[in-house]
């Protein structure tokens, strides 16, 4: 395909975002009668889901403290849903398991998912939760845990074939998808977009809709936005990147499975109790402490992370993730991942230097509540920054396609920049991750 010299949309991003909002205008313009997906285009300056999107874990979970952040959940569990097998998705549920200092969250978390319509359930009290969690892994161990949420949908999705199905879905309406076309600039003329530079040619365009995932930063700054904002009564820098901790590993001799034989559901587990290796002893954490888990992404073995770690405002992202050294995890964090797994699971106790390990990782670049950003920044840029919660919201393309088109989406009133002026940030969970 040749690049157009315009299009009324161009979508800058070949990521979840980027191709669901490309596939969601495609339905919106339709429906509306105003258009067609012949009218979008993608521009993706790598391969699609070559970014964060193609990395990701995977987990697909509501356990969010942000009442906001539970509906565009909601709306992006429904889309896997209507096509689990076309998406890679498998619902096994979600638990967390978490200390006292975070129980009333997830009473407060349950209560909302009860009101929309999620279904989960809350267990209280260490015996209770002990009980709960046998049942599903007889060897778990639950000192302290004073809480299980445990959401009956939810679970996790083969991250490529997700990416690849929105791809599909989108081309069958018309959207015509540009790999290898990289955005070089932003022409604005009197504060609007005029066209897109690219290293194919310009594009002028009606209207510019970018789901730039860890490259949020430098979109902003060929918008000409302020890299800073207010809030609170301070001035924050609009992104802050963390470096993800997450990884594939295996044993020789033992599985995540659970009671039955079965792959288990997603678990998270929160712990404040000091976390020791499973190699010496030693203790790697003395305060807040976490892990994420699943079974690997081959079908065996173990797949999870852990909390990130804050790099600032300055980093190298290129090249982006597993291949790059500087972005995927050592031995340090395989030590901190083995010791939570041996500490919640009998079965992988005295196994610490027995591990196969996949290293992987990223860059996430985080807003300044740790919330999505979306909307429109210019009359007619709008823009989609996840702050890395990014592959389970791929109903985020659904209601943004909807704001655009139909005028306004209330559900994403709460994500817009003008509310960190208005002092107005999401709600913080007693969670060690930024993104609780």
């Given at each position: 395909m040749t690049l157009p010299d315009s299009s009324p949309y161009v979508v800058v991003g070949g990521g979840v975002h980027g191709l669901s909002s490309a596939y969601h205008l495609a339905l919106e313009l339709e429906r509306s009668g105003s258009g067609s997906g012949k009218d979008v285009i993608v521009l993706e300056k790598s391969r699609i889901g070559a970014g964060a999107s193609g990395i990701a874990?995977?987990?697909?979970?509501?356990?969010?403290?942000?009442?906001?952040?539970?509906e565009v959940i909601r709306v992006s569990v429904e889309l896997f849903e209507s096509d689990p097998v076309g998406f890679g998705y498998r619902p096994v549920g979600y638990i967390a398991a978490v200390p006292e200092v975070q129980a009333e969250d997830c009473v407060a978390i349950q209560g909302r998912q009860a009101e929309i319509g999620y279904s989960s359930d809350i267990v209280l009290g260490e015996s209770r939760c002990q009980a709960h969690m046998e049942a599903i892994f007889p060897d778990w161990n639950g000192d302290g845990i004073e809480a299980v949420l445990h959401e009956r949908q939810g679970g996790w999705a083969a991250t490529s074939q997700t990416v690849e199905n929105l791809a599909r879905l989108a081309r069958a309406k018309g959207v015509r998808i540009f790999e290898g076309v990289e955005v070089t600039g932003i022409d604005l003329h009197d504060g609007s977009v005029h066209a897109v530079e690219t290293s194919a040619g310009s594009v002028e365009t009606d209207l510019l809709v970018a789901g730039p995932g860890p490259w949020a930063g430098h979109l902003w700054r060929l918008l000409e936005l302020e890299p800073e904002v207010r809030t609170n009564g301070e001035r924050r820098p609009i992104v802050t990147y963390?470096?993800?901790?997450?990884?594939d590993y295996w044993l020789d001799d033992v599985e995540l499975t659970d009671a039955k034989g079965n792959e288990p559901p997603v678990v998270h587990l929160d712990h404040v109790l000091p976390l020791r290796s499973d190699r010496d002893g030693g203790v790697i954490e003395d305060g807040p402490w976490g892990i994420y888990y699943k079974i690997g992404r081959r079908g065996f073995g173990v797949q999870g992370g852990g909390v990130p770690i804050e790099l600032g405002t300055d980093v190298e992202l290129e090249p982006y993730g597993h291949e790059n050294p500087d972005h995927i995890v050592g031995d340090?964090?395989?030590?901190?991942?083995?010791?939570?797994?041996?500490?919640?699971?009998?079965?992988?106790?005295?196994?610490?230097?027995?591990?196969?390990?996949?290293?992987h990782g990223g860059i996430g670049a985080f807003t300044p509540d740790n919330y999505p950003i979306v909307g429109f920044v210019r009359p007619n840029a709008y823009v989609i920054m996840d702050s890395n919660h990014g592959f389970k919201m791929i109903g985020m393309g659904k209601l943004a396609a909807r704001d655009i088109v139909g005028g306004g989406e209330s559900r994403l009133e709460p994500f817009r920049l003008s509310r960190y002026e208005a002092g107005i940030t999401h709600a913080v969970s007693n969670s060690p991750y930024p993104w609780n």
């Open positions: 874990c995977g987990v697909v979970r509501n356990f969010y403290f942000s009442p906001a952040m539970a963390w470096k993800l901790q997450e990884g340090e964090f395989t030590d901190y991942f083995t010791a939570g797994l041996a500490w919640a699971h009998k079965r992988f106790r005295g196994k610490g230097r027995e591990w196969h390990v996949d290293p």
